[in-house]
């Protein structure tokens, strides 16, 4: 089950699906793996960018 964090102008902040946390910036995310042992947790960021536009 899927829960999801939405700010007032209600653009989703943060979703929790099992297994791992995804926490939205605008146009990017980190995505944090809940289920790890590892210290600290595996973290993979993506940024999303218009073809045509600059980052």
């Given at each position: 089950?899927?829960?999801f964090?939405?700010?007032a102008d209600g653009n989703q902040l943060v979703r929790r699906n099992?297994?791992?946390t995804t926490l939205t910036f605008g146009t990017d995310e980190?995505?944090?793996d809940t289920v790890s042992t590892a210290t600290?947790?595996?973290?993979?960021g993506?940024?999303?960018v218009p073809?045509?536009?600059e980052a």
């Open positions: 089950m899927s829960t964090v939405y700010d099992p297994g791992k980190l995505i944090v600290p947790k595996p973290q993979t993506i940024r999303l073809y045509g536009a």
